[in-house]
């Protein structure tokens, strides 16, 4: 292996996941110090998102104990790799006890925690890093909207939250505080959204941008189904986009590199719909996959996550029956269940993150 080119090593490596690739800083001091280096995480990063035969997307649940889900595998018939076992963030590092309260966001790997003692956490699940931040000035119990975003400009991670409660008495007005990874400090921006009342707290980011669900007034009694955007290095709100359906309830996902929306229709919720948009901003490009009645998925209970596979399953983070998650295939009517152990609160949180050697450094 010493023989070989350095970029030959580097082509290799970059396709082996981060678990390997930490294993492997033993190896030797070269390999070390190309493992650990930034621009090598970029670039197993970037294979990770062009290469459609690499698998690092994961499903982290906030059960006891933490999980780890490959749900790809799972689609696969891997049973035997789905599920992994993961330590929570060392909490002697953060001076208090560590339970998951809420997902805020999640980024290349980064993943942002509310613990139940409302400490702000960014942690690698891949590798065990994690960093506790100085608390934002909004409360984060009430009307608050949060979303974990690169910003390619200055090659930084930015924590978002938008809060109505502490901003101005004008309705349309959201502060909006941003923490910036790099200067490890928070600012405030004001936004407006007149006419538009944000619903998902969780944003999703993509193409630069971290995407909110909400409702915009059209006229007195009516109000359409939209996408907020906030735009991470302008760091400012930009014109929301219509939902390419009227939702009854609805799920934003990034699944590959495509927008997916998944929902029930008005009125009655009887079909449940999934869409693909693959450039945001072009009306016309949403692209309906599949229509199917309601009662063949079981949806007790609406799902907080759910994601597109590579073999056109939907995974459903299905909260009706907890410790439970579902892969439905639309066109083959099939589900395979992925068992969840629990011993603690049965309905647990969870977040879509990357595997990744992305460092809070």
Not at 32 to 60: C, G, T, V, W
Not at 113 to 124: F, G, P, Q, R
Not at 212 to 241: C, N, R, Y
Request: with cysteine.
């Amino acid at each position: 292996m010493s023989k070989l080119p350095q970029e030959i090593i580097v082509d290799i490596l970059t396709c082996l996941p981060a678990k390997s690739l930490i294993r492997f800083k033993c190896v030797c001091r070269s390999w070390r110090l190309l493992i650990s280096d930034p621009q090598f995480a970029k670039l197993h990063l970037k294979r990770a998102h062009e290469d459609e035969n690499i698998n690092r997307q994961r499903l982290l649940i906030a059960a006891d104990p933490l999980y780890s889900v490959d749900f790809e595998a799972a689609s696969d018939g891997d049973n035997g790799n789905t599920l992994v076992k993961l330590p929570y963030p060392n909490a002697e590092s953060h001076n208090d006890s560590f339970a998951v309260g809420l997902f805020l966001g999640s980024c290349d790997g980064i993943v942002c925690i509310l613990n139940e003692v409302d400490s702000v956490v960014l942690w690698n699940p891949s590798t065990r890093e994690s960093k506790k931040l100085s608390g934002p000035s909004s409360s984060l119990h009430k009307d608050f909207w949060t979303g974990l975003g690169y910003d390619s400009s200055t090659d930084d991670y930015k924590m978002v939250i938008a809060s109505s409660a502490t901003a101005s008495t004008r309705s349309d007005q959201i502060m909006v505080e941003v923490f910036t990874l790099k200067t490890n400090t928070w600012r405030t921006v004001q936004g407006s959204l007149p006419g538009i009342t944000l619903g998902s707290y969780y944003g999703e980011f993509w193409n630069g941008a971290l995407l909110w669900l909400g409702k915009q007034e059209s006229d007195a009694a009516h109000h359409l189904d939209v996408i907020v955007p906030f735009d991470i290095e302008k760091e400012k709100f930009m014109e929301a986009l219509p939902l390419p359906n009227h939702f009854y309830t609805a799920v934003l996902s990034i699944s590959g590199n495509c927008l997916c929306v998944f929902g029930t229709l008005q009125p009655s919720g009887s079909y449940f719909e999934a869409w693909l948009a693959s450039e945001y901003g072009v009306k016309t490009s949403w692209r309906r996959l599949f229509a199917v009645p309601v009662d063949k998925l079981c949806l007790d209970c609406y799902s907080s996550e759910m994601w597109l596979t590579k073999k056109g399953e939907v995974l459903l983070d299905n909260h009706g029956s907890p410790g439970i998650l579902t892969l439905y295939h639309p066109v083959e009517d099939a589900k395979k269940l992925i068992k969840v152990e629990n011993d603690g609160d049965p309905f647990y949180e969870s977040a879509i993150y990357t595997e990744s050697l992305v460092s809070l450094c």
